[in-house]
Structure formats: structure tokens, C-alpha cells
């Protein structure tokens, strides 16, 4: 627009025979509609392609006045513009909606210029037009498709994020759907503007694995998956994130990512995996899981250089009891024996049917010495055990086999000790612990066999 004033200027300064025509300038100048207007706003000249763009044929305007293009030619925003153009002299720039002269809506980006010829001469509008119509129709499908974008996000069962970890490793959560409200009851706007609101609700457990694995992933631009306990109000939720990194030239990295829900989907694999390591009849684990539960075990005192008690089990006589009472008095036993250790020992300790009658326990954060009398307290909390079957009273007792799993040795080789403790227990007559060193300090008598 300034090139078209100093050259006007310029033009009307030279006169206008020397001067190049007003439309090959605007023509030179402007890819669109090119209108000069007088002080009525009645049209003077067009520009030769005047009619491509506006879409009105040079005759049917001149001498007419510019404000019939407008759709709403009586209260339409040209009028008004027109008319603050006139009253203080200054330039109007906006979108118009013309009209064709076959009746088709156009928008038009216009700007319209006061021009005087001379001091206190005649006032002359310029008037450009360009039709952005097309690219309008195209701002509003892309708007409409990101709106379809954003409702389809909004409803994926989770949340959809970018999460950005600068150079120094500071973390920034840039982008959240609206689904993080039903994940953590936090709006994506909070926790945009301070991360710790999600990542502080995470267990400190995993909040360090999830430092490891965004570790790594941003060294080996691998995609991570992770799964996340979150403290919230509501209780416990647990979360799985999985994202995509790419490193950015400042050195950041961003992942692109999705948060799903699966607290239920862990409680099912917590029912699934208990269903699977637990003895159907005592309650008590079953060996697989003994052995698997208990390298976890081992694995954590070995790092603390610490050695564990570890006791085998047996029912003294349980052929015995079985043929004299019945194979459910048995059972009945078995699971009266399980309660019984179950409450003698503590929440943490392992606990275990093996076999038939054979049961084992590994005992946590003490010593052999201090095993011993837990484990004789138990020995005599079955003796108290009376069953009451059809009539008949049931009493039976157990005989245990003491050992001990040092911290570089193996389950299987302190279980073969514990054995063969077990084995001299009952060898000296049962209702007894054998320990690595021999028999109980307070060996019983009593076997009701
Ligand atoms: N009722 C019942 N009995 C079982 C179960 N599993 C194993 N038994 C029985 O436990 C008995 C084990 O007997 P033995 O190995 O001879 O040992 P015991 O009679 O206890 O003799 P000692 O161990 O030497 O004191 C067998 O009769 C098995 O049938 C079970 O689930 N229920």
C-alpha cells in the first residue's frame, strides 16, 4: 500500500500525462481488485483484471457507488468503512463479504486508502480487494477437522501428551487432552503449568524407574512403556504410559505419548497371579511361587550381605491321621496347620506348602538365633490345635527342620539342609526342630504317634 502512496504522490507531482497510469501501477502492485472511489464513494476506475477477482463486470460499476459489491449493501461493514475512511482520513484494512455479480458470497480482504490530490483538493479512496475466500473455506475446514481431532482425542479412553525434557533434564508437560481429568482429576491446564501435580502423586518407586526410563529412552530414542502407582484422593490408580521420543536441535528431547487406565486390568493380573501361586486347599503359597518369591528375597539380602533362616516343615504321622480319620479330616488339618503358622509368623515371611504335608518357611531380617524361638512358638501352636471331626478329637504336631540361606548360596542347597535337619527331627523321635547344629534347646518328648 505505501508503494502505491509515494508513487501516487510521486505521479500526481509529475502531472498526470508523464505519469504511468493508475492501473498499470495497481496492476503492477496488487494481484486482486483495484477500485478508485470519489467522495460519495461512487466508482471512478477498476483495474483491467477487476473483474476476475471481484467478479463484476467494469461497466456494470463505474459510476455506481463501491458499497453495492457489499452482501448487506444498507448496514454491510462496507458502508462503514467507507464512511470511517471519509470522516477521519485514515486508511481502513479488514475482511469484507462481497457479493459476485452472480450472487455468490466472496470474502475480501480489503484495504482502503484516502488519497488527496492536492491540499484540500477532492478526497479519493483506494480500494484493493483480495479474495480470500478460498483460503478462509480452508481455515474453517481445518478448523472443523481439528475440532473432530480434539472431540475423537477427548474420547480415547486416556490422555494423549507431549512431554519435553530440556538439556539440564528438567521436565515439562507441553501438551494434555481433556482425558487427564478422568485419569487424575487434574485439569491438562494444571498440570501443563506445574508438572510436579501429576508427577508428584507418583509412588516414589516408580517415580525413580520412571526417571530411568526416561533416561534411557532419551539416549536411545527407543519408545518407552511404563507402568505407574499414583497416590490420588480417590485411592490408588495405576497407569500405563507408553511414548515415542525424538530429540530436538536445542538437545531437548519430546515424547509424544498416551496414559491409559489399568487399574483394573493389574488387579486381574494380581487375582490371575495369586490364583496361580497359592495352594488351593491351605491358602499358603504353593512351591512355585516359594521359589520365585523367595529368589526376590534372596536377591535383596544379598545385597545387604545378610544370610536367612529358612525351616522345612512336616506333620508327624499325617498317614497316620489320614487312615484313622479320614483324607478330609486330613484336609481339615492341613488348613488348621496353615492358619496356625500363619498367625505365628509374620506377614512378610515366606510361607509355603511344598509337598503333601511339607511345608517350608523363609524368614526375613533375622538371624538363625533369632528364628529358633518363632519358630518353636509355632511348633507349640499346633500342638494346641484340637479338631473336632464326626465325633473323634484330632491332635497332631509338626517337626521342623532348621537352616540357613547364606547370602551367595542356593535355595535348592538350604532347602536340601533343611531337609535333612527335618529328616534327624524326626529321627529323634518328632514334635522337635533340628537346626544345622542338631537337635531344638527344647527338645520334646511327647510323640503322640
Ligand atoms: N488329607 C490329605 N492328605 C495328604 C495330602 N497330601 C498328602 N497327604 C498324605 O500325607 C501322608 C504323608 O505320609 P508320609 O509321607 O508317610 O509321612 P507321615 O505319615 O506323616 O510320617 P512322618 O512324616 O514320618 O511323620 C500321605 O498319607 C499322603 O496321602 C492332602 O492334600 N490331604
Known amino acids: 500500500m505505501e508503494i502505491v502512496r509515494r508513487t501516487w504522490q510521486r505521479w500526481r507531482a509529475g502531472g498526470e500525462e ?11 502492485h496488487y494481484p486482486g481488485a483495484v477500485m478508485l472511489l470519489d467522495e460519495q464513494g461512487v466508482v ?5 483484471d477487476f473483474e476476475r477477482h471481484a467478479g463484476h463486470p467494469p461497466d456494470q460499476l463505474l459510476g455506481r457507488r463501491a458499497v453495492t459489491l457489499d452482501a448487506d449493501p444498507l448496514h454491510g461493514g462496507f458502508a462503514l468503512a467507507l464512511d470511517h475512511c471519509f470522516t477521519t482520513r485514515q486508511a481502513w484494512r479488514g475482511v469484507l463479504l462481497c457479493r459476485r455479480a452472480d450472487g455468490a458470497p466472496r470474502h475480501q480482504t ?51 501428551f507431549r512431554l519435553r525434557q530440556d538439556a539440564a533434564g528438567h521436565l515439562e508437560l507441553l501438551y494434555a487432552s481433556e482425558g487427564l481429568v478422568a485419569l487424575i482429576g487434574q485439569t491438562p491446564e494444571r498440570v501443563m503449568d506445574d508438572i510436579e501435580r501429576l508427577l508428584g502423586r507418583v509412588v516414589a518407586e516408580d517415580r525413580r524407574r520412571l526417571e530411568v526410563v526416561l533416561a534411557q529412552s532419551a539416549v536411545s530414542l527407543e519408545p518407552c512403556q511404563l507402568e505407574l502407582r499414583l497416590d490420588l484422593p480417590s ?3 495405576w497407569l500405563e504410559a507408553r511414548a515415542r521420543p525424538q530429540r530436538r536441535r536445542d538437545g531437548s528431547t519430546l515424547w509424544d505419548g498416551l496414559l491409559v487406565e489399568i487399574t483394573e486390568r493389574k488387579h486381574e493380573e494380581f487375582k490371575v497371579r495369586r490364583l496361580v501361586s497359592t495352594d488351593m486347599l491351605t491358602g499358603a503359597l504353593n512351591r512355585r511361587a516359594f521359589f520365585e518369591q523367595g529368589a526376590a528375597l534372596q536377591a535383596r539380602a544379598q545385597r545387604h550381605g545378610e544370610a536367612l533362616p529358612l525351616a522345612m516343615l512336616d506333620l508327624d504321622h499325617f498317614k497316620a491321621l489320614n487312615d484313622t480319620h479320614g483324607h478330609a479330616a486330613g484336609d481339615l488339618a492341613l ?23 511339607e511345608f ?7 538371624s538363625l538365633d533369632e528364628a529358633w524361638p518363632i519358630l518353636e512358638r509355632l511348633r507349640r501352636a499346633v500342638e494346641e490345635i484340637v479338631l473336632e471331626v464326626e465325633g473323634a478329637t484330632i491332635r497332631f504336631t509338626v517337626s521342623l527342620g532348621l537352616a540357613i540361606l ?6 535348592e542347597g538350604a532347602l536340601g539342609d533343611a531337609d535333612r535337619a527335618l529328616y534327624r527331627a524326626k529321627h529323634e523321635g518328632r514334635n522337635r526342630i ?3 547344629g542338631g537337635a531344638s534347646p527344647l527338645p520334646r518328648d511327647a510323640d503322640p504317634a
Do not use: K, W
Request: hydrophobic share 40%; charged share 20%.
Open 110 to 160: 480489503t484495504m482502503i486508502q484516502p488519497l488527496e490530490e492536492r491540499p484540500g483538493g477532492p478526497l479519493r479512496l483506494l480500494v484493493i480487494q483480495y479474495d480470500v475466500t478460498g483460503m478462509r473455506e480452508r481455515e474453517l475446514h481445518d478448523r472443523q477437522l481439528l475440532a473432530r481431532l480434539e472431540g475423537t482425542v477427548s474420547r480415547l479412553p486416556g490422555a494423549v
Open 360 to 366: 517350608a518357611v523363609l524368614l526375613v531380617d533375622i
Open 335 to 357: 488348613q488348621a496347620f496353615a492358619a496356625t503358622c500363619r498367625e505365628c509368623l509374620r506377614p512378610y515371611d515366606l510361607f509355603a506348602r511344598i509337598g503333601g504335608e
Open 44 to 48: 471512478l476506475r477498476v483495474n483491467p
Open 406 to 411: 547364606l547370602p551367595n548360596g542356593s535355595l
Open 434 to 436: 533340628c537346626g544345622p
Open 235 to 237: 485411592g490408588q490408580r
Open 18 to 28: 508523464s505519469a504511468p497510469g493508475l492501473d498499470a501501477l495497481l496492476l503492477a
